[in-house]
């Protein structure tokens, strides 16, 4: 997917940087005379005499200019063609996402893909991101684009905002953007270990929800976090466009979808002080579960099933390699349903065993981890027998099937 995404990108950029240069061509061509009156000017030296067009050609970059200076030659050439500040911002974002896709390649080429080695590419690529937009388009064209990207994030539900608001809800977002890449260098460091980065981020957000909270209001900052209706009604019509509901249907999912929203955002806001807690990770599957019945009763069964599949990650893979991995539709369905299994028996085990916990009786935690990873082993056996071993590996490669459930202690919380 994120290669098919960089090739459309490139894709892109070409298509842009053609019609830029086209662009520039034409707008250079209309400060020079054209050929017909040139051919009947009465006075021949005048047609000899150096013009105002060789004074107003724009300045052009040298080739051995750095990929910055040429970006910031083209941007500036097209804004003072009055191509708005959100087109130059793809303009850019395209070029450093084929630059950085060149690269990456290269990279990963020479690190034989290693994991740690592509991480602290990605890394580097996320933390200089702001600083080449900013090159590019000015500090005031950034500044543009960066509080348009935040509004869209942070207030969805587009509640109008003072400037005073906006300024401060703009600090909040950075602050925590720049939290996020502190995070993330710490784990390329092999300072902080992944749960420990998760727990440290998940309390960055809820600091920030806090803040916002306080900035807006609780009715405010709830409007704020709201969909608009409009592009919720879009979304979700995308997301069904497969399944193809009547009009009754769509409506009826829509609903759905909205009452699941308001559920879940006041979820955040009861458990914005603990969002690790086991408590909520058990609500939240809950009201997953509860939304998913609604929409099954509104499809039926086999329509909402088949949607289910179509929409996990695992079954759209195999169906993408069926050839290479051996498969066919009748094995896909058999190893899908197997993998679907799996996942609910562990799901409803550890629920049991988080449930009496909570009801004050001891765990033999040693005993769960045994057992379940007893039945990965086994479920794993399975598989590989049914599909051979050689295409079972090719699905473990490419994370079609996770053989090894996470390790679970006392007050630890369920997996996500």
Not at 92 to 98: G, N, P, S, T
């Amino acid at each position: 997917m994120k290669s098919e995404f960089r090739h459309r990108a490139s894709l892109a950029l070409n298509v842009v940087l053609a019609v830029a240069a086209v662009a520039l061509v034409l707008h250079k061509s209309k400060s020079v005379p054209a050929a017909s009156a040139l051919a009947t000017s009465p006075d021949r030296s005048e047609i000899e005499k150096p013009t105002s067009t060789q004074e107003s050609k724009m300045p052009l970059y040298s080739e051995a200019a750095s990929p910055s200076s040429k970006r910031r030659w083209l941007i500036d050439q097209l804004r003072a063609m009055g191509v708005p500040n959100n087109v130059l911002a793809r303009i850019v974002l395209a070029d450093l996402d084929k630059q950085w896709t060149s690269r990456a390649t290269e990279v990963s080429k020479k690190s034989w893909g290693d994991p740690d080695t592509m991480a602290a590419l990605q890394l580097e690529n996320d933390m200089s991101r702001d600083a080449e937009m900013r090159s590019a388009l000015g500090e005031a064209g950034f500044k543009q684009w960066d509080r348009e990207n935040m509004i869209r994030e942070v207030n969805r539900g587009k509640i109008e905002l003072t400037s005073a608001e906006t300024d401060a809800t703009y600090a909040l977002w950075k602050k925590l953007q720049q939290r996020e890449l502190e995070l993330k260098q710490a784990g390329v460091k092999g300072e902080m270990d992944e749960a420990d980065i998760n727990d440290a981020y998940e309390k960055a957000v809820s600091g920030f929800k806090q803040q916002m909270n306080a900035l807006l209001g609780d009715e405010r900052y709830a409007k704020s976090q709201q969909t608009d209706e409009g592009a919720a009604a879009a979304s979700l019509r995308q997301d069904f466009a497969r399944v193809n509901p009547n009009d009754s249907q769509f409506q009826d999912l829509l609903k759905t979808e909205q009452q699941w929203n308001d559920q879940r955002t006041a979820l955040d806001k009861q458990f914005q002080d603990d969002p690790s807690s086991a408590a909520y990770a058990e609500q939240i599957k809950a009201l997953d579960a509860a939304r998913d019945q609604e929409y099954r009763q509104v499809l039926g069964t086999n329509v909402f099933d088949t949607f289910q599949k179509e929409q996990d990650p695992g079954y759209s893979q195999m169906k993408k390699y069926e050839t290479l991995w051996g498969l066919d539709d009748d094995k896909i369905d058999s190893v899908y349903a197997t993998m679907k299994y799996y996942q609910k028996s562990v799901d409803n085990y550890q629920s049991q065993a988080r449930a009496l916990e909570s009801q004050g009786q001891k765990v033999d935690w040693d005993a769960v981890n045994k057992n379940l990873q007893q039945f990965a082993d086994q479920t794993r056996q399975a598989l590989q027998n049914y599909v051979g071993e050689g295409n079972f590996n090719k699905m473990l490669r490419n994370g079609v099937f996770q053989p090894n459930p996470p390790q679970l202690t006392q007050h630890s919380p369920p997996p996500p």
